[in-house]
């Protein structure tokens, strides 16, 4: 089935530790963004690239890095886990077409304690 | 600065009336604009999108939302509100390139009593 899948579905962190969060599409889209949602914040953009080999900083990047080695794959890596990072995360891709929109993945549940 | 704005937090309709969710936007280039349901423990759906054309767009399970550039507004609206509707809805606005990252609003969540 075409889309995104994220893993893992849910993670308990302890504070000060690594945490990759890997998501894959086979959309073949160009485009990939990693958002998190927190209760009355809605989704913030935490990383994005456009195409692969390229990467931008969204709007709250801190202790947050990404790589975008291929076309389908788009980690989210946590160097030194803190718990103002417990949050749901939300990875996205669109298509070279912007009218087509962004499509989302299921998310996953990160508690960093 | 580019923003959006879902002034209602929370809604509850009774099922059947109809529905009105509100949007309002601030962008500085012409918009794309998208409207997405989050149910409990999901993902994002698109619901409905607006890019040139015709204001009033059709989406899925019966939505359908206006284009206002005077009013900078994108609201949603449904006739009938059924109770599987219940959810969290978000108004989102991005740039017509492709590539560009949504901006999301804080969202509205919709209760539906029976």
């Known amino acids: 089935i075409a889309g995104i899948t994220q893993a893992p579905t849910s993670q308990i962190l302890a504070a000060g530790r690594r945490m990759t969060l890997r998501c894959t599409q086979d959309m073949r889209h160009n485009a990939m963004y990693w958002y998190r949602q927190d209760l009355g914040l809605g989704l913030r953009l935490i990383h994005y690239?456009?195409?692969?080999?390229?990467?931008g900083k969204g709007e709250v990047p801190d202790g947050y890095s990404v790589s975008r080695a291929n076309t389908d794959d788009f980690p989210l890596t946590l160097a030194s886990a803190v718990p103002s990072q417990t949050s749901v995360y939300f990875c996205?891709?669109?298509?070279?077409?912007?009218?087509?929109?962004?499509?989302f993945g299921p998310g996953t549940r990160l508690t960093v304690l | 600065a580019q923003s959006v704005t879902q002034p209602d937090i929370h809604i509850t309709v009774s099922e059947g009336a109809s529905l009105e969710l509100r949007c309002n936007y601030s962008?500085?280039?012409?918009?794309?604009l998208f409207w997405y349901v989050q149910s409990p423990g999901q993902g994002l759906q698109l619901l409905l999108k607006y890019f040139s054309g015709d204001t009033l767009v059709q989406g899925i399970k019966g939505f359908e939302a206006e284009f206002k550039r005077s009013q900078s507004s994108f609201n949603l609206r449904k006739p009938s509100v059924h109770w599987s509707d219940a959810a969290e809805y978000f108004c989102?606005?991005?740039?017509?390139?492709?590539?560009?990252?949504?901006?999301f609003g804080k969202g509205t969540t919709l209760s539906v009593s029976s």
């Open positions: 690239s456009n195409t692969a080999g390229t990467t």
């Open positions: 989102a606005v991005g740039a017509r390139q492709a590539g560009t990252a949504l901006i």
């Open positions: 962008y500085g280039a012409t918009p794309y």
């Open positions: 996205a891709s669109s298509d070279s077409n912007a009218v087509v929109g962004q499509y």
